[in-house]
């Protein structure tokens, strides 16, 4: 069965400060996608970054960035220099190449503190 | 623009009366899906689809049908409701050739059973 998990259920972060958001998931498969999610109040979803398997660069978005262990099946999300706009439920969400279905975390609740 | 639109946005109902929520999407994309979000489990997916006629159960089906008649339609179906059916939901598109993609998600519904 594929499971992802998200152990901290909620956050905070002084604002300009670093946090770091943590995922693992458990698979059998080797090649796989990786994404996460920010839901802000308004409960719209947006992609905020995303990881293929196969590459063994962690990805980049402008303040996001990824910590990708593959053999540790571990996926977390780094944001710097927090903004009070990145406040929101954030989940990490996993594709398996040979499968069409997605696995989402039960969420991290970031608080931004000013 | 770009969009996946969701109707209604909210509806309360009273157990075993029919229901469906529509979803459409203007970007011509083959996959679509339906998640439910609750507190605590994140979101969970309920059916996709992969194109027109093709659908698939995802981790949460009973209780829900589908259909997929249209590309860019993908209605979801509560046969007869019932109160732990009360969630947000939300429709979502993306390529499916590309499975690292990223997903369009609707606005949501949010839905109350009595």
């Known amino acids: 069965a594929q499971t992802v998990t998200q152990s901290q259920p909620e956050m905070s972060v002084q604002e300009a400060e670093t946090v770091t958001l943590s995922c693992t998931y458990d698979?059998?498969?080797?090649?796989?996608?990786l994404f996460w999610y920010k839901q802000p109040p308004s409960r719209q979803m947006i992609l905020v970054i995303r990881q293929e398997a196969y590459k063994q660069q962690n990805a980049t978005e402008n303040r996001f960035s990824v910590n990708f262990q593959k053999a540790a099946k571990s996926f977390s999300l780094k944001i710097s220099d927090s903004q009070l706009g990145d406040a929101a439920m954030y989940f990490c969400a996993y594709r398996p190449n040979t499968g069409n279905q997605f696995y989402f975390g039960t969420g991290t609740s970031l608080t931004v503190i000013p | 623009e770009a969009q996946v639109t969701q109707n209604p946005r909210y509806l309360i109902t009273v157990t075993g009366k029919k229901l469906t929520v529509t979803c459409s999407q203007n970007m011509n994309h083959e996959y679509m899906s339906w998640y439910r979000q609750d507190p605590g489990l994140g979101l969970r997916q309920i059916y996709y689809?992969?194109?027109?006629?093709?659908?698939d159960k995802g981790d949460v089906p009973e209780g829900y049908k589908v259909s997929r008649k249209e590309k860019r339609n993908f209605p979801l179906i509560l046969e007869s409701p019932s109160p732990n059916q009360t969630s947000l939901y939300f429709c979502?598109?993306?390529?499916?050739?590309?499975?690292?993609?990223?997903?369009?998600f609707g606005p949501g519904t949010r839905l109350t059973v009595l």
């Open positions: 689809s992969m194109n027109v006629e093709v659908t």
């Open positions: 979502a598109s993306s390529l499916s050739r590309l499975k690292a993609s990223k997903q369009f």
């Open positions: 698979t059998s498969e080797s090649d796989y996608y």
